[in-house]
């Protein structure tokens, strides 16, 4: 907690996570002076892992635990170790009747690190080059940023055998959306889920930039504190922002065991130093997972992470493809026809193949055109009215929340909360419409038979769908924005129906004279 302030839902992005003082009791850590090499802070579980009290420990070197020639070994890495975690798998020989612990070590806070874990084998699939091979190769040749998601996810779950693993990824308002899943057959899917970015502060982001995977075995666990808690030096609590077994935050475990999962591993998505995502993984009962398991599906978080750029800007060249073949057709269409409104709805394709949209409408001529879901002809009316009002002079308008405009928009919600309007002439009332729908009608409604609970013993229930709730507060009445290039393009079909009509026209007055 902050100095004299309790961290509760409203000041959560203020809790200093990194210092916590405590850790995961599944491991046990201990932080050495980097000159000296003597350990500075032992966990206080060292006496049930080790048989060695954190006190005895405190004050002498790691020979209290390994063998001369283990240290050695020890000793020769700690030059090349950074904060990156670097495992060595040495036994703890002079423990004795204790488990074989792996070593983790990493050197960050004027500290080197050891953390100590029980070896696990919950590896389910072999950890081979082959398989490795094959992943990347499917990672790569997936024609879709979504598909490669979705190969991630698969790969990662036959990996780990977590019940559920999903590609959480963040929008630009900081919320986010789940766009890839794999998950146990007999639980809800979360698919098309979204989530307000308060579910995970700012500072948790910024320690996600630095450190790739976090992994909560037992969300079940009584956090063990330092002995001593605080580093005699700076007196502080070391910072863990590298530490495997750093405790969470109280309010994250809430939020876990609401979601009934008791178990998790999440991996950062990082896209040019921005949190771009997360591989998170779930499980219902504690879930130890190897170290070097969990090292191989960081590799892979990292490789999905490489390839993100790439995709993206292919799935922007083929969208791109899209909308220009289909106009090119259009246009062939519009040219074509004698009367040029025949050519945008009566062939294939039509104007509501140019974008991804619910509805599309022609108002010309005092007649109207529908295709798709859209409004009905009496409020397109009213829409035309409105439009002519408040943008008189421009001859592309564009929204994603029509009812943050004009009240009376929210009765057309459902079919238009996005519009991308083009005004056809300098004659009023005459325009062609794209239409979005509000986003709570087109995302999955997951999980929607759930109870819905607000407190439990007047607590704040954390849980993903309570956040699914708040997230559809703060975008209700609005659409999936519309991209530059949809309006880039709406400008380019308007230019096009001018000269058409101008040609026309021309050709008229030609006749005529
Ligand atoms: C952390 N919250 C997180 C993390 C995730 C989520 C993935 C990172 C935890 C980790 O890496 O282990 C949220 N998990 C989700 C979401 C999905 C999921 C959205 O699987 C959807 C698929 N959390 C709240 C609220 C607060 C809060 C309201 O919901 C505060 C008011 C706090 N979340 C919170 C904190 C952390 C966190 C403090 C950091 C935990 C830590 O690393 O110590």
Redesign the pocket.
Same mark, same amino acid.
């Given at each position: 907690t902050l100095v004299g302030q309790p961290?509760?839902?409203?000041?959560?992005?203020r809790?200093p996570?990194h210092i916590?003082g405590l850790i995961q009791p599944y491991g046990f850590l201990l932080c050495l002076d980097e000159q000296t090499r003597q350990v500075v802070m032992a966990s206080a579980n060292t006496q049930d892992l080790l048989g060695v009290a954190p006190e005895e420990l405190v004050g002498t070197g790691l020979g209290r635990l390994m063998e001369a020639e283990q240290l050695i070994e020890v000793e020769r890495l700690w030059p090349s170790i950074t904060e990156q975690g670097r495992l060595l798998g040495v036994r703890l020989d002079r423990v004795l009747n204790r488990p074989f612990y792996k070593l983790i070590l990493h050197r960050y806070d004027d500290l080197l690190w050891v953390e100590g874990e029980p070896v696990a084998d919950t590896t389910v699939s072999a950890l081979d080059l082959p398989t490795l091979n094959l992943t990347l190769g499917s990672l790569l040749g997936a024609a879709t940023t979504l598909g490669m998601c979705q190969v991630a996810v698969e790969q990662v779950r036959a990996l780990t055998g977590f019940d =559920?693993v999903?590609v959480?990824r963040f929008t630009p308002d900081d919320s986010?959306e789940?766009i890839a899943e794999a998950v146990r057959e007999d639980l809800p899917p979360?698919l098309g &889920?979204h989530?307000?970015a @308060?579910?995970?502060?700012k500072?948790?982001r910024a320690?996600?930039l630095k450190n790739w995977? =976090?992994?909560?075995p037992d969300a079940s666990y009584m956090p063990t504190p330092l002995v001593p808690a605080r580093h005699p030096m700076s007196n502080r609590p070391p910072d863990m922002t590298y530490s495997v077994l750093?405790?969470?935050?109280p309010?994250?475990?809430?939020?876990?065991h609401n &979601?009934g999962?008791q178990a @998790?591993? @999440?991996i950062?998505l990082i896209e040019d130093g921005r949190l771009w995502g &997360?591989i @998170?993984c779930?499980h219902q009962s504690p879930r130890l997972v190897s170290y070097e398991l969990r090292d191989l599906c960081q590799f892979l978080g990292k490789t999905l992470s490489a390839l993100l750029k790439t995709k993206q800007q292919y799935d922007e060249l083929a969208y791109r493809q899209r909308i220009a073949e289909t106009q090119t057709r259009l246009f062939e269409l519009v040219s074509t026809q004698p009367n040029f409104v025949d050519g945008l709805h009566r062939f294939s394709p039509t104007l509501l193949d140019v974008f991804d949209c619910g509805g599309a409408a022609i108002c010309f001529e005092g007649e109207t055109i529908r295709l798709g879901h859209t409004p009905t002809p009496t409020q397109l009316a009213d829409l035309v009215d409105w439009l002519r009002e408040f943008a008189p002079n421009e001859e592309v308008f564009h929204t994603d929340s029509y009812a943050q405009l004009n009240p009376a928009g929210r009765a057309i919600r459902g079919t238009a909360s996005g519009i991308l309007a083009i005004r056809l002439a300098q004659a009023p009332n005459e325009y062609i419409f794209w239409f979005r729908p509000e986003q709570l009608q087109t995302v999955t409604w997951a999980g929607r038979h759930e109870k819905n609970q607000t407190t439990v013993d007047g607590q704040?229930f954390?849980?993903?769908r309570?956040?699914f709730e708040?997230w559809k507060q703060a975008v209700e009445d609005t659409a999936v924005p519309w991209q530059p290039l949809e309006i880039a393009a709406a400008r380019d079909i308007r230019l096009f129906i001018s000269d058409v009509r101008l040609k026309i026209f021309n050709e008229l007055q030609a006749r005529a004279r």
């Open positions: 961290i509760d839902l409203n000041n959560c992005d809790e996570i916590p =559920r999903a959480y986010g789940v979360w &889920m989530y307000p @308060t579910d995970i502060p500072q948790a320690m996600y995977l =976090r992994f909560i750093r405790s969470v935050s309010i994250h475990i809430q939020y876990l &979601m999962s @998790t591993m @999440t950062s &997360m @998170t779930h704040i954390l849980s993903p309570q956040s708040a």
